[in-house]
């Protein structure tokens, strides 16, 4: 008799161990999930962030402001630290730094871009990591696979070595993807919060985006490259409703 009712005790308590494990892996999924999509965890990540409009970005840390890529903006807070992509005009635009930038300015530019520049020059190709004034910063790929000038040549070849950043503000990995397409060196990017272009035509499009949003390790997205000019609003809306990453649309300061 015992025989028969201990397997069948065991199976029991082995079920009810299953069920308990499995409410806790549940449970803990959850409060993760909530933890990274909750208002208060994406204010926290975003707090620092300031959309500028198209991929300009204002990043407030403590004791210091980091642009990147200034455009058509209009005065702001003097700058510690200016991060520039590429040399194309609305990336690299010497009239906007000019309002943003003084004498302790440090710019680090691709080196396509640095010669539009004057002052405090360092210049990187894909793949530097480097810490200024407490910042450290790792340059990484931007290129364009299925964008196209005219045939055959890319609008960002990869051989330019244009960049995208990484950089870490008060404890926050913060991935500018610069001006690129979906590119597998995304996959190695470990982040809190992806800056990611969604315009299309010389950048991702929306559906591209949630694609590379899929690939790099971020808890948020923030869409950029419209708002002054290329793509639009919709856009970055588009992205929200399709990315299995959640996105955040900032305000454009
Ligand atoms: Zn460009």
Redesign the pocket.
Known sequence: MKMKTHPKAKTVYIMIGLAMTAGILAAGNISASEGAESPSETARMTSTIHWLGHDSFRIDGDGIVIYIDPYKITDGPKSDLILI??D?K??ASPEDVAKIQHSETTIVAASAAAAKFQGRIQTVKPGDKLNIKGISIEAVPAYNTNKFRSPGVP??PQESG?VGYILTVNGIRIYHA??TDAIPEMKSVHCDVALLPVSGI??MTAEEAATAAAMIHTKIVIPMHVGKGTGSLEDAERLKTISSVPVTILPME
């Open positions: 992509t590429h194309h609305d990336h609008f960002h244009y610069g001006d010389y950048v």
